[in-house]
Structure formats: C-alpha cells, structure tokens
C-alpha cells in the first residue's frame, strides 16, 4: 500500500500509450535478436561532411568524458568498471569516430573492439536503444564516406539495427524515441532494409509534429537540445540527399522546411559570439555550435527562413517574444 502514492505520482504524467508499453514490456518482453540471416548489403552514400565532435578519445585505452578520463587499456574494457551510467553512455555512443585526427584504421580498430566486447545482453549498457541508437548513426557515417566496411562490421550493423527495431523506446518518447528513430532510418537506408527504414521514417515524422513548435523551436525549449535535434534533421537530409532516392523528394522537403525554420530560431537566440545561453539545462561543449551547424545547413543549400523569435525590452527587463513578430 504505501507504494502506491508512488506509482500514482509517477503514472499521472505518464500517456496512456507510454502506460500500456510499460506494462507490455515487464509482462510479454519483446523477443531479443541475437543473430540475422540476412546477406549483410550495403549502398555506398557519399555524405556531406557534418561537424566534428570533441575529442574525447585520447589514444591507447584512454577516454574522457564529463571532465572525467578512465584508462579502458587495449583491447578497451567497454564495461568502464567505475564509471558513471552517464559516462558509459558516452562511451557507447562512438561520438570519437568523428573527432579531429581519428584515422581509418584507429576507428576500424576500435569498432572492431567494441564488436567482440560487446555480446548482446539487456543488462549491457551497449545495447540500451538510446546508445545504440546513436552508435549505429555514428558508425554509419564513418563508414559512409571511407572504404567498403568489412563483413563482420555490417553484420554487426544488421544486428544492431534488428534488435533497435524491436526495442524501440515507446515507454519513453522524447529524445529516446527521436534517436531510435533517426538511427533505423540511416540504417535501413544504408544497409537497405526497406522495413527498418520504413519505421524509421515514420517515427521521425509523427515526432516532428510533436517535438517542433511553430516558431521553429524544439518543444523542451532548451537550446542545447534544440541544437542537437537540427543536428539530426541535417543528418537525415544529408543521408536522403545523397542516397539518390525519387521517392524521397518529398520527405527530404518536409526535412529542409523544418531545418530552415529550426535554424532560424537558434540563429535568433545566440549572442554575438555565436553561444546558445545556459537554460533549461544547456551547457556548452555537447551539442555542436550554431557556427558548425549553420556551415553544416549551408552546404545542403539551407538558410534560415527569416521567422524568428524577437528580442524585446520592457523597461529594465529584456527578454525573447517566442509568438513571432511583424
């Protein structure tokens, strides 16, 4: 009895959709896909180059993250004993493969590291959606625009990419579910599974008209996640754009009005030196920089729409008008 102030504190802000998945999965849990049987294939997608990460792989074993380095030897320990859930997270996410300096080989190295480390487990940090989710992007794209990836690695994507279609993060939305999202549509379009590419799109889709605000903004009002989501719309057009796909056109035009219209916002709320401010917890050096992300846009041929959010001053206050102006 006494947990149930509990569970109704923690269910009452819950939607009915995000209940039943719950419940759905403590009791009929999805079935995990340990193998595939697929012929690994691939399209080769020669992307446009996107911003770099920070680095945050020192080389020999050595990783940092949140201002905290571990020793992880060679090969890595990917179990990262004593460090944070947080910081294991980042880990997984491979964000490195895109750091100033990393070579083919180093990355080619570590994947294959991470692969024989890594069996698929619900207790693995690893297979989590969320990082896997932003793994399977992140090892895309580094194979993407390199040398054919050797079979062994496009099984372990198929895989990866398998066992995310069936542990997409319903229970959760938000950013969980726009990453799981976001991570089927590259895979499915880069190893060309329709079915997977299918949900993919329609998950980012649906979850447009839910996360995107009229003005442009995204719906947490934080800046810092703001920038992260346009990250991922420019990433979906770049993969759409240079896949070549007719039946496409019209999804890649939904992707650039909203990116025009995203780009605009943050554009409007950074100060001269191109820095978002710090709210709704924003904090500097995670999401790419509206410099690098307007660079990013530009050489897809996208602009700011020109609606913005203004600027206004009431006496000694001054603050942003979100509804838009003349």
């Known amino acids: 009895m006494k947990l149930l102030p509990r569970y109704w504190h923690t269910t009452r802000y819950l939607r009915t959709g995000q209940i039943c998945y719950q419940i759905y999965r403590r009791l009929l849990s999805p079935r995990m896909v340990t193998t595939v049987d697929a012929i690994p294939s691939f399209k080769?997608?020669?992307?446009?180059?996107?911003?770099?990460?920070?680095?945050?792989?020192?080389?020999?074993?050595?990783?940092?993250?949140l201002n905290a380095e571990f020793d992880l030897g060679r090969p890595v320990d990917w179990a990262a004993s004593g460090?944070?859930?947080?910081?294991?997270?980042?880990?997984?996410?491979?964000?490195?493969?895109?750091?100033?300096?990393?070579?083919?080989?180093?990355?080619?190295?570590?994947?294959?590291?991470?692969?024989q480390?890594?069996?698929?487990?619900?207790?693995?940090?690893?297979?989590?959606?969320?990082?896997?989710?932003?793994?399977?992007?992140?090892?895309?794209?580094?194979?993407?625009?390199?040398?054919?990836p050797p079979e062994d690695?496009?099984?372990?994507?198929?895989?990866?990419?398998?066992?995310?279609?069936?542990?997409?993060?319903?229970?959760?939305?938000?950013?969980?579910?726009?990453?799981?999202?976001?991570?089927?549509?590259?895979?499915?379009?880069?190893?060309?599974?329709?079915?997977?590419?299918?949900?993919?799109r329609e998950i980012i889709l649906k979850e447009m008209k839910e996360q995107f605000l009229?003005?442009?903004?995204?719906?947490?009002?934080?800046?810092?996640?703001?920038?992260?989501?346009?990250e991922d719309l420019l990433d979906l057009i770049n993969l759409l754009y240079q896949s070549g796909k007719s039946d496409e056109r019209e999804d890649l035009e939904v992707l650039r009005k909203q990116a025009r219209s995203s780009l605009s916002w943050?554009?409007?709320l950074v100060d001269e030196e191109g820095n978002i401010p710090l709210l709704n917890d924003s904090v500097y050096?995670?999401?790419?920089?509206y410099r690098k992300l307007k660079s990013y846009a530009e050489?897809?041929?996208?602009?700011?729409?020109?609606?913005?959010?203004?600027?206004?001053?009431?006496?000694?206050?001054?603050?942003?008008?979100?509804?838009g102006g003349d």
């Open 266 to 268: 943050l554009g409007r």
């Open 117 to 148: 480390g890594n069996s698929i487990s619900r207790t693995n940090v690893g297979w989590e959606p969320y990082p896997l989710s932003l793994r399977l992007v992140n090892w895309i794209k580094f194979f993407a625009c390199r040398s054919d």
């Open 285 to 289: 050096g995670v999401a790419s920089s």
């Open 153 to 200: 690695f496009l099984n372990s994507l198929m895989l990866q990419a398998a066992y995310l279609k069936r542990r997409v993060e319903y229970h959760i939305l938000g950013n969980h579910l726009w990453a799981n999202g976001k991570a089927l549509w590259f895979a499915g379009t880069y190893l060309e599974l329709g079915d997977i590419a299918g949900l993919g």
């Open 299 to 323: 050489k897809m041929d996208i602009f700011p729409d020109g609606k913005n959010i203004y600027l206004e001053s009431f006496g000694n206050w001054t603050g942003y008008n979100l509804s």
């Open 83 to 115: 460090a944070s859930r947080l910081w294991k997270y980042n880990l997984h996410y491979f964000d490195f493969l895109h750091q100033s300096g990393m070579d083919w080989p180093s990355g080619l190295e570590l994947i294959r590291s991470w692969i």
């Open 214 to 230: 009229p003005d442009g903004g995204h719906f947490e009002l934080s800046p810092m996640y703001h920038s992260i989501v346009l």
């Open 44 to 65: 080769k997608i020669d992307l446009i180059s996107w911003p770099e990460s920070q680095k945050s792989y020192l080389g020999g074993g050595k990783f940092c993250f």
